[in-house]
Protein backbone atom coordinates (compact mmCIF):
# COMPACT_ATOMS: atom_id res chain seq x y z
CA UNK A 1 0.00 0.00 0.00
CA UNK A 2 1.24 3.68 -0.56
CA UNK A 3 2.47 4.89 2.13
CA UNK A 4 0.29 7.31 4.46
CA UNK A 5 0.10 11.12 3.55
CA UNK A 6 1.56 13.41 5.23
CA UNK A 7 0.06 15.39 8.20
CA UNK A 8 -1.57 18.52 7.35
CA UNK A 9 -2.85 16.72 3.68
CA UNK A 10 -6.62 17.78 2.95
CA UNK A 11 -8.27 15.90 0.52
CA UNK A 12 -7.80 16.62 -3.15
CA UNK A 13 -11.60 16.55 -3.72
CA UNK A 14 -13.21 18.86 -1.07
CA UNK A 15 -17.10 18.06 -0.47
CA UNK A 16 -19.49 20.82 -1.74
CA UNK A 17 -22.32 19.53 0.32
CA UNK A 18 -21.56 15.84 2.00
CA UNK A 19 -21.85 13.64 -0.62
CA UNK A 20 -20.84 15.83 -3.29
CA UNK A 21 -17.50 16.69 -4.35
CA UNK A 22 -16.13 19.40 -6.28
CA UNK A 23 -14.42 17.36 -8.92
CA UNK A 24 -15.90 14.67 -11.29
CA UNK A 25 -15.01 11.63 -11.61
CA UNK A 26 -12.82 12.56 -14.91
CA UNK A 27 -11.64 15.84 -13.53
CA UNK A 28 -9.92 13.40 -10.64
CA UNK A 29 -8.49 10.91 -12.77
CA UNK A 30 -6.24 14.06 -13.71
CA UNK A 31 -5.72 15.11 -10.32
CA UNK A 32 -4.54 11.55 -8.93
CA UNK A 33 -2.20 11.17 -11.95
CA UNK A 34 -3.85 7.86 -12.72
CA UNK A 35 -2.78 8.51 -16.66
CA UNK A 36 0.86 8.46 -15.51
CA UNK A 37 0.74 5.27 -13.41
CA UNK A 38 -1.23 4.05 -16.19
CA UNK A 39 1.60 5.13 -18.86
CA UNK A 40 4.67 4.17 -16.62
CA UNK A 41 3.08 0.84 -16.35
CA UNK A 42 2.59 0.20 -20.28
CA UNK A 43 -0.98 1.80 -20.52
CA UNK A 44 -2.59 -0.52 -17.72
CA UNK A 45 -3.23 -0.06 -14.52
CA UNK A 46 -0.32 -2.32 -12.54
CA UNK A 47 -1.63 -5.54 -11.35
CA UNK A 48 -0.65 -6.51 -7.59
CA UNK A 49 -0.95 -10.40 -7.74
CA UNK A 50 -2.86 -11.78 -4.44
CA UNK A 51 -0.23 -13.11 -2.00
CA UNK A 52 -0.23 -16.54 -1.93
CA UNK A 53 -2.48 -17.66 0.88
CA UNK A 54 -0.70 -19.33 3.61
CA UNK A 55 -1.63 -23.50 3.51
CA UNK A 56 -4.58 -24.05 5.54
CA UNK A 57 -4.11 -26.94 7.76
CA UNK A 58 -7.46 -28.98 7.32
CA UNK A 59 -9.33 -28.03 10.20
CA UNK A 60 -10.89 -30.82 12.41
CA UNK A 61 -14.54 -30.96 12.44
CA UNK A 62 -15.16 -29.97 16.24
CA UNK A 63 -16.14 -32.61 18.88
CA UNK A 64 -19.34 -30.54 20.60
CA UNK A 65 -21.96 -28.84 18.32
CA UNK A 66 -23.99 -26.83 20.62
CA UNK A 67 -27.66 -27.98 20.19
CA UNK A 68 -29.31 -24.35 19.95
CA UNK A 69 -27.50 -21.53 17.66
CA UNK A 70 -25.66 -19.48 20.33
CA UNK A 71 -25.50 -15.77 19.58
CA UNK A 72 -22.31 -13.97 19.43
CA UNK A 73 -21.88 -11.08 21.07
CA UNK A 74 -21.04 -8.15 19.03
CA UNK A 75 -17.36 -6.85 18.50
CA UNK A 76 -16.65 -4.13 20.92
CA UNK A 77 -13.91 -1.89 19.61
CA UNK A 78 -13.80 1.11 21.90
CA UNK A 79 -10.75 1.73 23.33
CA UNK A 80 -10.30 3.66 26.87
CA UNK A 81 -8.77 6.57 27.24
CA UNK A 82 -7.58 8.50 30.11
CA UNK A 83 -10.40 11.19 31.80
CA UNK A 84 -9.47 14.43 30.33
CA UNK A 85 -7.42 16.68 33.05
CA UNK A 86 -8.47 19.67 34.69
CA UNK A 87 -6.16 22.36 33.46
CA UNK A 88 -5.49 22.85 37.01
CA UNK A 89 -4.14 19.75 37.46
CA UNK A 90 -0.24 19.25 36.96
CA UNK A 91 2.29 16.51 38.30
CA UNK A 92 2.92 18.06 41.52
CA UNK A 93 -0.02 19.76 42.53
CA UNK A 94 -1.43 19.36 45.81
CA UNK A 95 -4.57 18.29 46.17
CA UNK A 96 -7.22 17.80 49.05
CA UNK A 97 -9.46 14.92 48.83
CA UNK A 98 -13.12 14.82 49.18
CA UNK A 99 -14.36 11.58 49.92
CA UNK A 100 -13.14 8.53 51.29
CA UNK A 101 -10.87 7.34 54.31
CA UNK A 102 -8.56 9.98 53.36
CA UNK A 103 -11.30 12.61 53.26
CA UNK A 104 -9.92 16.40 54.23
CA UNK A 105 -6.26 15.32 53.84
CA UNK A 106 -3.74 17.52 51.58
CA UNK A 107 -1.85 15.47 48.98
CA UNK A 108 0.58 15.56 46.07
CA UNK A 109 -0.42 14.27 42.77
CA UNK A 110 1.86 11.92 41.14
CA UNK A 111 0.60 11.06 37.81
CA UNK A 112 -2.51 10.01 36.15
CA UNK A 113 -2.42 6.47 35.39
CA UNK A 114 -3.93 4.67 31.77
CA UNK A 115 -7.36 4.40 33.25
CA UNK A 116 -7.78 7.94 34.17
CA UNK A 117 -7.15 7.51 38.06
CA UNK A 118 -4.85 9.67 39.73
CA UNK A 119 -1.84 8.88 41.68
CA UNK A 120 -1.33 10.13 45.16
CA UNK A 121 1.16 9.94 48.00
CA UNK A 122 0.52 11.50 51.50
CA UNK A 123 4.17 11.15 51.45
CA UNK A 124 2.92 8.71 54.11
CA UNK A 125 4.95 10.04 56.68
CA UNK A 126 3.59 13.30 56.70
CA UNK A 127 0.46 12.86 56.80
CA UNK A 128 -0.30 8.89 56.61
CA UNK A 129 -1.80 8.57 52.80
CA UNK A 130 0.08 6.17 51.11
CA UNK A 131 0.31 5.52 47.40
CA UNK A 132 -3.23 5.19 45.98
CA UNK A 133 -5.44 5.78 43.06
CA UNK A 134 -7.85 8.87 43.23
CA UNK A 135 -10.56 9.78 41.16
CA UNK A 136 -10.19 13.59 39.25
CA UNK A 137 -13.99 14.30 40.80
CA UNK A 138 -13.45 13.25 44.24
CA UNK A 139 -10.30 16.02 44.04
CA UNK A 140 -9.82 19.56 44.85
CA UNK A 141 -7.16 20.86 43.02
CA UNK A 142 -5.28 23.58 44.99
CA UNK A 143 -2.83 25.89 43.25
CA UNK A 144 0.31 25.11 45.72
CA UNK A 145 3.09 22.87 43.37
CA UNK A 146 5.67 20.54 44.80
CA UNK A 147 8.79 19.67 42.44
CA UNK A 148 8.25 15.95 41.92
CA UNK A 149 10.87 16.05 39.38
CA UNK A 150 13.08 13.92 41.15
CA UNK A 151 10.46 11.36 41.58
CA UNK A 152 10.70 7.59 39.36
CA UNK A 153 7.57 6.98 38.86
CA UNK A 154 7.98 4.19 35.96
CA UNK A 155 6.88 1.34 37.83
CA UNK A 156 3.48 2.35 39.05
CA UNK A 157 0.48 1.44 37.15
CA UNK A 158 -2.91 0.17 37.69
CA UNK A 159 -1.64 -3.31 37.59
CA UNK A 160 0.28 -2.29 40.90
CA UNK A 161 -2.93 -1.85 42.79
CA UNK A 162 -4.60 -4.43 41.43
CA UNK A 163 -6.13 -7.16 43.76
CA UNK A 164 -4.34 -10.07 44.38
CA UNK A 165 -6.41 -13.01 42.73
CA UNK A 166 -7.25 -15.64 45.06
CA UNK A 167 -6.61 -19.00 44.31
CA UNK A 168 -10.01 -21.19 44.63
CA UNK A 169 -9.51 -23.54 47.35
CA UNK A 170 -11.31 -26.78 47.04
CA UNK A 171 -13.30 -27.11 49.95
CA UNK A 172 -13.53 -30.38 51.57
CA UNK A 173 -15.48 -31.02 54.66
CA UNK A 174 -13.15 -30.28 56.70
CA UNK A 175 -11.39 -27.51 55.48
CA UNK A 176 -15.06 -25.96 55.24
CA UNK A 177 -14.10 -24.35 59.08
CA UNK A 178 -10.79 -23.81 58.09
CA UNK A 179 -11.12 -21.44 54.98
CA UNK A 180 -13.24 -19.33 57.43
CA UNK A 181 -10.39 -17.84 58.83
CA UNK A 182 -9.27 -15.52 56.38
CA UNK A 183 -5.68 -14.60 56.66
CA UNK A 184 -4.77 -11.32 57.78
CA UNK A 185 -4.06 -8.86 54.57
CA UNK A 186 -0.24 -7.34 55.21
CA UNK A 187 0.70 -5.57 52.85
CA UNK A 188 3.91 -7.40 50.74
CA UNK A 189 7.13 -5.65 51.80
CA UNK A 190 8.48 -4.44 48.60
CA UNK A 191 5.15 -2.27 48.28
CA UNK A 192 6.49 -0.77 51.73
CA UNK A 193 9.90 0.15 49.84
CA UNK A 194 8.08 1.63 46.98
CA UNK A 195 6.34 3.99 49.09
CA UNK A 196 9.47 4.97 50.81
CA UNK A 197 11.13 5.43 47.60
CA UNK A 198 9.20 7.65 46.64
CA UNK A 199 8.58 9.46 49.76
CA UNK A 200 12.21 9.47 50.11
CA UNK A 201 12.44 12.20 46.93
CA UNK A 202 9.21 13.98 48.00
CA UNK A 203 10.16 14.89 51.38
CA UNK A 204 13.48 16.45 50.55
CA UNK A 205 11.36 18.77 47.97
CA UNK A 206 8.33 19.29 50.63
CA UNK A 207 11.02 20.20 53.39
CA UNK A 208 12.46 22.83 51.35
CA UNK A 209 9.34 24.96 50.90
CA UNK A 210 8.77 26.76 54.10
CA UNK A 211 5.51 25.27 56.00
CA UNK A 212 4.80 22.59 53.44
CA UNK A 213 5.14 19.63 55.92
CA UNK A 214 2.75 21.21 58.07
CA UNK A 215 0.18 22.07 55.58
CA UNK A 216 0.19 18.52 53.88
CA UNK A 217 0.08 17.39 57.32
CA UNK A 218 -3.15 19.57 58.09
CA UNK A 219 -6.40 18.25 57.54
CA UNK A 220 -8.80 21.02 55.55
CA UNK A 221 -12.05 21.60 56.89
CA UNK A 222 -14.85 24.06 56.28
CA UNK A 223 -15.11 26.29 59.86
CA UNK A 224 -18.57 28.67 60.04
CA UNK A 225 -18.85 31.16 58.16
CA UNK A 226 -16.91 29.85 55.31
CA UNK A 227 -18.31 29.58 51.81
CA UNK A 228 -16.67 27.07 49.76
CA UNK A 229 -17.98 29.11 46.84
CA UNK A 230 -16.05 32.09 47.81
CA UNK A 231 -12.80 30.38 48.82
CA UNK A 232 -9.74 30.34 46.15
CA UNK A 233 -8.28 27.22 45.97
CA UNK B 1 -12.88 4.15 62.46
CA UNK B 2 -13.01 7.44 60.28
CA UNK B 3 -15.58 9.06 62.73
CA UNK B 4 -12.87 8.12 65.60
CA UNK B 5 -9.59 9.56 64.12
CA UNK B 6 -12.53 13.18 63.14
CA UNK B 7 -14.09 15.08 65.67
CA UNK B 8 -17.33 16.58 64.06
CA UNK B 9 -15.56 19.77 63.54
CA UNK B 10 -12.79 18.60 61.51
CA UNK B 11 -15.12 16.45 59.57
CA UNK B 12 -16.91 19.60 57.81
CA UNK B 13 -16.20 18.40 54.25
CA UNK B 14 -19.29 17.98 54.19
CA UNK B 15 -21.06 21.59 54.03
CA UNK B 16 -22.86 21.77 57.59
CA UNK B 17 -23.80 25.00 57.05
CA UNK B 18 -27.92 25.44 56.79
CA UNK B 19 -29.16 24.42 54.36
CA UNK B 20 -33.10 24.94 54.68
CA UNK B 21 -35.02 21.92 52.48
CA UNK B 22 -37.64 24.86 51.87
CA UNK B 23 -40.47 23.31 49.74
CA UNK B 24 -41.11 21.01 46.51
CA UNK B 25 -41.67 22.84 43.69
CA UNK B 26 -44.61 24.24 43.36
CA UNK B 27 -46.86 26.74 41.86
CA UNK B 28 -49.89 28.31 43.68
CA UNK B 29 -51.96 25.33 43.64
CA UNK B 30 -50.36 22.36 42.37
CA UNK B 31 -46.77 20.78 43.90
CA UNK B 32 -44.56 18.46 42.02
CA UNK B 33 -42.31 16.65 44.87
CA UNK B 34 -39.92 15.28 42.56
CA UNK B 35 -38.20 18.41 43.40
CA UNK B 36 -37.22 20.36 45.94
CA UNK B 37 -36.05 24.03 46.61
CA UNK B 38 -33.25 24.29 48.97
CA UNK B 39 -31.89 27.34 50.10
CA UNK B 40 -28.21 27.65 50.61
CA UNK B 41 -27.32 29.65 53.39
CA UNK B 42 -24.63 32.81 52.43
CA UNK B 43 -25.51 31.93 48.46
CA UNK B 44 -27.91 35.02 47.50
CA UNK B 45 -27.30 34.94 43.80
CA UNK B 46 -27.91 32.48 41.09
CA UNK B 47 -24.16 33.22 39.89
CA UNK B 48 -23.18 31.96 43.32
CA UNK B 49 -25.32 29.08 42.99
CA UNK B 50 -23.32 27.76 40.13
CA UNK B 51 -20.63 26.80 41.90
CA UNK B 52 -22.38 24.39 43.68
CA UNK B 53 -24.75 22.76 40.48
CA UNK B 54 -23.40 19.26 40.18
CA UNK B 55 -22.37 18.95 43.62
CA UNK B 56 -24.33 15.33 45.59
CA UNK B 57 -26.97 16.23 48.23
CA UNK B 58 -26.91 14.12 51.62
CA UNK B 59 -30.48 14.93 53.28
CA UNK B 60 -31.35 12.84 56.39
CA UNK B 61 -28.37 10.88 56.05
CA UNK B 62 -30.97 8.79 53.82
CA UNK B 63 -31.33 10.67 50.82
CA UNK B 64 -29.18 11.27 48.12
CA UNK B 65 -29.38 13.75 45.55
CA UNK B 66 -28.00 16.56 43.35
CA UNK B 67 -28.19 20.11 42.80
CA UNK B 68 -29.11 20.43 39.17
CA UNK B 69 -30.02 24.55 38.60
CA UNK B 70 -30.74 27.56 40.52
CA UNK B 71 -34.04 28.32 41.13
CA UNK B 72 -35.00 32.27 40.60
CA UNK B 73 -32.51 34.91 41.24
CA UNK B 74 -31.79 35.00 44.82
CA UNK B 75 -29.47 31.77 45.24
CA UNK B 76 -32.00 28.95 45.85
CA UNK B 77 -31.68 25.82 44.54
CA UNK B 78 -33.37 23.12 43.07
CA UNK B 79 -32.77 19.41 43.66
CA UNK B 80 -33.52 16.17 43.03
CA UNK B 81 -32.86 13.36 45.25
CA UNK B 82 -33.33 9.21 44.29
CA UNK B 83 -36.86 9.80 46.51
CA UNK B 84 -38.73 12.44 47.20
CA UNK B 85 -38.18 14.23 50.39
CA UNK B 86 -40.94 13.69 53.03
CA UNK B 87 -42.72 16.26 53.31
CA UNK B 88 -41.65 16.30 57.29
CA UNK B 89 -38.44 17.75 55.88
CA UNK B 90 -39.58 20.79 54.65
CA UNK B 91 -37.74 23.57 57.52
CA UNK B 92 -35.08 20.79 57.77
CA UNK B 93 -31.49 21.11 57.39
CA UNK B 94 -29.68 19.14 54.33
CA UNK B 95 -26.07 18.82 53.73
CA UNK B 96 -23.84 19.49 50.27
CA UNK B 97 -21.25 17.51 49.53
CA UNK B 98 -18.39 18.86 47.43
CA UNK B 99 -17.58 16.50 44.97
CA UNK B 100 -17.50 15.64 42.42
CA UNK B 101 -15.74 18.69 42.31
CA UNK B 102 -14.82 20.72 39.42
CA UNK B 103 -11.59 23.01 40.97
Known amino acids: MAPKAATG???????????????????????????????KNG???P?????PAAAETPAKPPKFYPADDVKKPLVNKRKHKPTKLRASITPGTVFILLAGRFMGKRVVFLKQLTSGLLLVTGPFKVNGVPLRRVNQSYVIATSTKVDISGVDLG?????YFEKEAEKKKKKGEG??????????????DDKKDDQKTVDAQLIKSIEAVLDLKTYLSARFSLKSGMKPHELVF | MVKGHQGEGVRAMN?????????TLRSKSNQYPNTSLIHIEGVNT????SWYCGKQWIALLLHLGQVPRPHGNS?????????????KSMGDRVRVVMYPGNI
Open chain 1, 175 to 188: EFFEAEKEEKKVLP
Open chain 1, 155 to 159: KFDDQ
Open chain 2, 15 to 23: LEILFNAIT
Open chain 1, 43 to 45: GVF
Open chain 2, 75 to 87: GVVRAKFKSNLPP
Open chain 2, 46 to 49: KEEV
Open chain 1, 9 to 39: RTSRNPDLIRGVGKFSRSKMYHKRGLWAIKA
Open chain 1, 47 to 51: KHDPK
